[in-house]
């Protein structure tokens, strides 16, 4: 391993964190897709239940895959975007691992029974503070990096990498405030599902998209102006618009109006995003035949505006009518989570790792494959999920209507059986998503312990006398 | 050299092999001599690229640039942090695939357009963040604690010891994430009871609303048959295929007796005192 600088030092430390994370993340979200098809399947502890699984595969993956990826990728941007090394740099690579153990606690927690329900909150709240203290210490140090900059300019995948970190934490901080009890308590779940989703997970995804288009194919961005209505389109919407999930429900109207026609904008914003990526890629495209990180990056960008065109139409009542309470919902989470931002992420360690450790990508081969099952395994669970919740969605209206069959009671089961093969389904393309998970961090692994040599990138200061320390 | 190097090392805090290295990189890349480039580094000055020379190699390019057709978009090559590429090993490295994209890292990022002011970003990041949170959470809740003291008298379930404890269980096993405690005012929820408004649940936890159904939604549950029985209740859960034939619940029979008890209980008290022949 060639010598590195305290800076890439702690974006690699960050990263390898993440792709732990990513491990655990994979085996538990293929578990619980075992256990929609196999409800009998491994019953017999409570440590393998879906109630306990789904929120240890969503946890992982948020707070410790997506979350030590974007410190990574923070401290990864930094010297190179502002011409400035990272501040403390040392402390920060040493704070990765208080971080991580602060993370790997708080993400296990509801799976040992520790759950104080609501989605990604389920941790206790002493544990949330100890988790907001573990991430503001890098916030603090991206912060003062950007303080002492010497690019004028703050590239635009900064705007997303910093605002999302300060999301991250300021969601959280919003997020444990006590008190709220009743569809209040509720309202705080859908907010802060609502925000860490969209403007850390999938927010941190485009921003590492701009900086892998721009790098990849050495072409300038097509309008910093587009790039900033992107992105203030999904700063000014994401936060409001948790309630669509809720439409319906005991929430106020009104809050639910506000949610469903800001949920329009997400599209606005995607579209936004995506006219930049391929007006930046004109006259480059022959370069997306030969690099794996723009291939992802491009999928991610799909991802994204399938997800924002779904989350845009599902608050319609019309449409929440049918979709509202299925696994539609899963769905949109899944893809956000695992197939758009997992996409974006890994584009984003393609086009970094190798550059970190001075190796060479492990084998082309496998980036290909990685891919392939990355769309057929991630999407075609989506895809799946959202199906899922279409026809659990029919059925009961069907059923209501026609008074045959009520979803309740005894009578729910019979709703149930088209459904059931739908997640029989799950289960092989589940099983083809974890693959592509692991063949994903088998590739990174690879390069790290075995790539052959070659050009690393040695960031120097020159500019001031910044120390790393 | 050596003192240029020593110092460039010193001053940047990098190793001086690599520092020599990246100095000669940067040379090339700047068409200047890697003394220059150390004297100039050492002396906190950065060294702004210049034309390649014609060579079989490709020039290095600007790395990162963005372009703003609306601003007054002027180039500015420094300050900018000094990028040098060197080899991991001495010996020369077979191309790595894209080739192109790592020699492009050889030069620093430069950017154009408007300076931008971080606190700009970060405060208005946070600013819209919270303004969502005001609007969206705390306004509602205002709504929400009139409509608790609006609560429909003899409407307000006052929860024993039991099922107190039998919601800890739920929450704790996450039965939330397949069961709602929400009946809409449509028609898909027609036949599931009550239909769940704030005032009805103005002194609940709203930790058990939930947000979807893998099973059916259990806020009026304990006012249906056969499951206003605590016993059957207890049964299912033990073997939901037994009481229910085709039912896709899965067993908590790794849980204690006691607790089923709880959990079952907390059912039953949580449709009261409502009763389907209320409607």
């Not at chain 1, 900059?149 to 991250?168: C, D, H, K, M, Q």
């Not at chain 1, 949610?259 to 904008?265: D, I, P």
């Not at chain 1, 669970?381 to 059923?399: Q, R, Y």
Request: net charge negative; aromatic share 10%; charged share 15%.
């Amino acid at each position: 391993m060639a010598e590195t600088s305290p800076s890439d030092s702690a974006a690699r430390a960050n990263l390898f964190v993440a792709l732990g994370f990513l491990v655990l993340a994979a085996g538990a979200w293929f578990v619980t897709q075992m256990k929609l098809a196999f409800p009998s399947f491994l019953e017999e502890a409570a440590l393998l239940s879906y109630g306990r699984l789904r929120p240890l595969a969503m946890n992982a993956s948020v707070f410790g895959w997506v979350t030590f990826a974007g410190i990574g990728a923070a401290y990864y941007l930094l010297p190179r975007l502002t011409g400035t090394q990272l501040i403390r740099a040392r402390l920060a690579n040493s704070w990765t691992y208080v971080a991580a153990a602060v993370a790997a606690v708080h993400v296990i927690s509801p799976w040992l029974g520790f759950s104080e329900g609501r989605e990604l909150l389920e941790a206790p709240w002493y544990l949330d503070i100890a988790l907001i203290v573990a991430l503001a210490v890098p916030t603090v140090l991206v912060t003062q990096t950007l303080l002492r900059r010497n690019e004028p300019t703050i590239f635009i995948s900064l705007w997303y990498v910093v605002a999302g970190l300060y999301w991250l934490v300021g969601t959280l901080v919003i997020a444990v405030i006590p008190g709220l009890t009743s569809v209040a308590s509720a309202l705080q779940g859908a907010f802060a599902w609502s925000s860490l989703l969209g403007l850390w997970v999938l927010g941190l995804g485009i921003g590492l998209g701009y900086y892998v288009i721009l790098r990849e194919t050495d072409q300038p961005l097509f309008s910093r102006t587009l790039a900033q209505a992107g992105f203030w389109t999904l700063a000014v919407a994401q936060a409001w618009v948790g309630p669509v999930r809720l439409v319906y429900g005991p929430t106020p109207d009104w809050l639910e109006t506000v949610a469903v026609t800001l949920s329009v904008a997400l599209f606005v914003g995607a579209v936004a995003v995506a006219a930049n990526y391929l007006r930046t890629l004109e006259g480059a495209w022959e370069r997306v035949t030969q690099s794996p990180a723009l291939r992802f990056t491009l999928l991610g960008m799909v991802g994204y505006l399938v997800i924002a065109a779904l989350w845009s139409i599902s608050g319609f009542r019309s449409v929440a009518a049918v979709v509202g309470f299925t696994q539609w919902w899963d769905g949109i989470s899944y893809g956000i989570v695992i197939f758009t931002s997992l996409a974006f992420l890994t584009g984003f360690y393609y086009h970094a790792f190798p550059r970190l450790l001075g190796r060479k990508l492990h084998s082309e081969k496998l980036a290909r494959t990685n891919l392939r099952l990355h769309v057929v395994g991630m999407g075609g669970s989506m895809v799946l999920l959202l199906v899922a919740g279409l026809v659990a969605g029919f059925t009961w209206a069907g059923g209501a209507y026609s008074g045959l069959v009520a979803p309740a009671g005894e009578s729910f089961s019979a709703t149930t059986h088209f459904v059931g093969l739908v997640w029989a389904l799950l289960v092989i393309f589940g099983l083809v998503a974890a693959a592509a998970q692991l063949a994903f961090v088998n590739q990174m692994f690879r390069t790290f312990t075995s790539g052959a040599p070659a050009e690393q990138e040695i960031l120097v200061s020159a500019a001031g006398a910044e120390s790393s320390e | 050299m050596s003192e240029s190097l020593t110092a460039a090392s010193s001053k940047t805090g990098v190793p001086e092999e690599l520092l020599q290295r990246a100095a000669a990189a940067r040379a090339e890349a700047s068409g200047s001599t890697t003394e220059a480039v150390l004297e100039a580094w050492a002396g906190g000055e950065a060294v702004a690229p210049q034309p390649a020379a014609p060579s079989p190699q490709p020039a290095p390019e600007t790395a990162v640039v963005e372009e703003d057709a609306d601003a007054d978009a002027v180039a500015t090559p420094e300050p900018a942090a000094a990028v040098g590429t060197v080899d991991a090993i001495p010996e020369p490295a077979a191309p790595i695939a894209p080739a192109a994209a790592l020699s492009r890292d050889s030069v620093a990022p430069v950017l154009t357009g408007r300076s931008d002011n971080p606190l700009v970003l970060v405060l208005g990041a946070l600013g819209l963040l919270v303004l969502g949170a005001l609007f969206g959470v705390l306004l509602p809740s205002l709504d929400i604690s009139e409509a608790r003291a609006a609560a429909i008298p003899g409407t307000t379930i006052e929860y024993s010891d039991t099922a107190l404890e039998g919601r800890e269980i739920y929450l704790q096993e996450g039965c939330w994430y397949c069961h709602t405690q929400q009946v809409r005012p449509i028609v898909t929820d027609a036949d599931l009871g009550r239909v769940t408004t704030a005032a009805l649940v103005a002194t609940e936890s709203s930790d058990t609303l939930g947000f979807q159904r893998i099973g059916p939604d259990l806020a009026n549950v304990g006012a249906r048959e056969p499951f206003n029985d605590s016993s059957t209740i207890v049964a299912y859960l033990r073997n939901p295929s037994a009481v229910v034939e085709g039912s896709r619940q899965p067993s908590y029979a790794h849980l204690s007796t006691d607790d089923l008890e709880s959990v079952a209980e907390y059912l039953i008290e949580t449709s009261e005192p409502y009763a389907p022949d209320d409607e």
